[in-house]
């Protein structure tokens, strides 16, 4: 069963930066596309940026030229670089990979004050 462990959140001003990490235990990381998610308060979570295995990415619209992600493979790793952030980026953010998704983590609050 894999395990993932997401860090690096907190509270921000706006236009500040954060990076987060997640951490994946397991044997099938490398292999995998990975996602990283948020989710705010009363709203349903969202997909904000994804990685292929072979290092594609993908992002939502209202994040795109401000969040990078990022994995390292040889530790189980994938990042998400956040600048310009804006009080519309406060959620709890989430890692996991594609579907069928791995049991979620217990995310990392990200709050950005204005």
């Known amino acids: 069963q894999v395990q993932l462990v997401e860090s690096g959140g907190g509270l921000v001003q706006a236009g500040g930066s954060l990076r987060l990490s997640c951490v994946a235990s397991?044997?099938?990381?490398?292999?995998?596309?990975m996602g990283w998610f948020r989710q705010a308060p009363g709203k349903q979570r969202e997909l904000v940026a994804r990685?292929?295995?072979?290092?594609?990415?993908n992002y939502v619209d209202s994040v795109k030229g401000r969040f990078v992600i990022s994995r390292d493979n040889a530790k189980n790793t994938v990042y998400l670089q956040m600048n310009s952030l804006k009080p519309e980026d406060t959620a709890v953010y989430y890692c996991?990979?594609?579907?069928?998704?791995?049991?979620w983590g217990q995310g990392t609050q990200v709050t950005v004050s204005s």
């Open positions: 990685i292929s295995s072979g290092g594609a990415t």
């Open positions: 397991g044997r099938t990381f490398s292999s995998s596309g």
């Open positions: 996991n990979r594609d579907m069928p998704f791995w049991t």
